[in-house]
C-alpha cells in the first residue's frame, strides 16, 4: 500500500497502526487518559493535536510526524519564492530526507505511468540523479 501523502488523514492511520499492533484499546485509552468515545472521534478526525500526535507516536513507536515532513517535501513551495531568508532561533534542516514510503510513492507513479520522470522532477523538485539512483537501486 503506497501512502497518499497529499491528503493526509491521520486518525485513520492511527486506528491502522494501533491495528498492526495489536494494541488493545483499554491501553491506548489508559496511556492517553481519554475514554473510548474519544478514541473513536480521534479515529474518525484528519487532524489532531500535536502533543496527542507524539503521545500515539510513542504509544505505538511510530514517527507519525514524519507523515507530514514527507508531505513538506512533495508538496511545499521551491526555498527561496516569497520568503525573506534571515537569521532564525530555529533550527534549521540541511537536506531533504528521503524516507523509503516516500521513494516507493514516487517510484510507484513512475512505473504505474501516472507521472513521466520529468513529471516527477518539476512537480515533486527531486534532483534528476537522486531520482535516477533511486531507479537503479529500488525499481524491481
Given at each position: ?12 492511520m ?6 498492526e ?14 475514554m ?11 487532524n489532531?493535536?500535536?502533543?496527542m500526535l ?8 511510530y514517527?507519525?510526524?514524519r ?11 521551491p ?6 531568508q ?7 534542516f ?13 517510484l510507484?507513479?513512475?512505473s504505474?505511468?501516472?507521472?513521466t520522470k520529468?513529471?516527477i ?6 534532483p ?8 537503479k537501486k529500488?525499481q524491481?
Amino acid at each position: 500500500m503506497f501512502m497518499n501523502f497529499k491528503n493526509i488523514h491521520i486518525g485513520q492511520m492511527i486506528e491502522q497502526k494501533i491495528k498492526e499492533n495489536g494494541i488493545e484499546i483499554s491501553r491506548v485509552c489508559n496511556f492517553l487518559n481519554i475514554m473510548d468515545a474519544d478514541l473513536q472521534q480521534i479515529y474518525k478526525s484528519a487532524n489532531i493535536d500535536c502533543d496527542m500526535l507524539l503521545r500515539f507516536s510513542k504509544l505505538t513507536e511510530y514517527d507519525f510526524f514524519r507523515t507530514y515532513s514527507q508531505h513538506l517535501i512533495l508538496y511545499s513551495p521551491p526555498k527561496g519564492l516569497n520568503i525573506k531568508q534571515g537569521k532564525t532561533h530555529l533550527p534549521v534542516f540541511r537536506k531533504a530526507i528521503y524516507s523509503k514510503e516516500l521513494i516507493d510513492f514516487i517510484l510507484e507513479q513512475i512505473s504505474s505511468g501516472r507521472k513521466t520522470k520529468s513529471q516527477i522532477i518539476e512537480e515533486y523538485r527531486i534532483p534528476k540523479t537522486t531520482l535516477y539512483k533511486w531507479i537503479k537501486k529500488f525499481q524491481k
